[in-house]
T-cell receptor, first 113, second 119 residues
């Protein structure tokens, strides 16, 4: 069945270092979404990428959607302690616009001050 | 707007007990979802609904039931609680324009979650 995989599962960085998480889908996606979940919290939508090769920035966060629309990445420049949490990518299930998403297992980021 | 509201926040059940997790949204979203999240894992879809009166199974529906009598409410029912149902449950909602709509929708908004332990 359709799968979305994220690597790495965990990442510990020193504050100020950069961080990247990668998301790979077994199928071509019409769009990809990224969510952040703080410890003890709930997932919160960050961004949606739709176009092949699309790059979007939110302050220190850079999101990319691969040319084949099967992979994506999130890069954080100069991490801060406020970046701590788990980052999930998610893509639509199947080809129809059903609203359902399949989530990757997430990358948990720890930042040492 | 409150967004997506889940109750209760925490619950401990004994094996075999039943309970209903409540979820309500005030954003007039047509789609609603129930997920479970086990420690260190991603989100698994239990059930979803594309509108009042319409529900369908997700990836892990066994042991659960849902109903959607109104646009706002989407309760999740556990009939015979089992230790395997110990998890954090999230309700979410989204607006979907349906087939032919643009891809710039289907952004999901999550409730704060219900932490359930079955002992």
């Amino acid at each position: 069945g359709q799968q979305v995989m994220q690597i790495p599962q965990y990442q510990h960085v020193q504050e100020g270092e950069d961080f990247t998480t990668y998301c790979n889908s077994s199928t071509t996606l019409s769009n990809i979404q990224w969510y952040k979940q703080r410890p003890g919290g709930h997932p919160v939508f960050l961004i949606q990428l739709v176009k092949s090769g699309e790059v979007k920035k939110q302050k220190r966060l850079t999101f990319q959607f691969g040319e084949a629309k099967k992979n994506s990445s999130l890069h954080i420049t100069a991490t801060q302690t406020t970046d701590v949490g788990t980052y999930f990518c998610a893509g639509p299930i199947g080809s129809s616009n059903t609203g359902k998403l399949i989530f990757g297992q997430g990358t948990t980021l720890q930042v040492k001050p | 707007n409150a967004g997506v509201t889940q109750t209760p926040k925490f619950r401990i059940l004994k094996i075999g007990q039943s309970m209903t997790l409540q979820c309500t949204q005030d954003m007039n979203h047509n789609y609603m979802y129930w997920y479970r999240q086990d420690p260190g894992m991603g989100l698994k879809l239990i059930y979803y609904s594309v509108g009042a009166g319409i529900t369908d199974k997700g990836e892990v529906p066994n042991g659960y039931n849902v109903s959607r009598s109104t646009t706002e409410d989407f309760p999740l029912r556990l009939e015979l609680a089992a230790p395997s149902q110990t998890s954090v449950y999230f309700c979410a909602s989204s607006y979907s324009p349906g087939v032919g709509g643009t891809a710039a929708k289907n952004i999901q908004y999550f409730g704060a979650g219900t932490r359930l332990s079955v002992l």
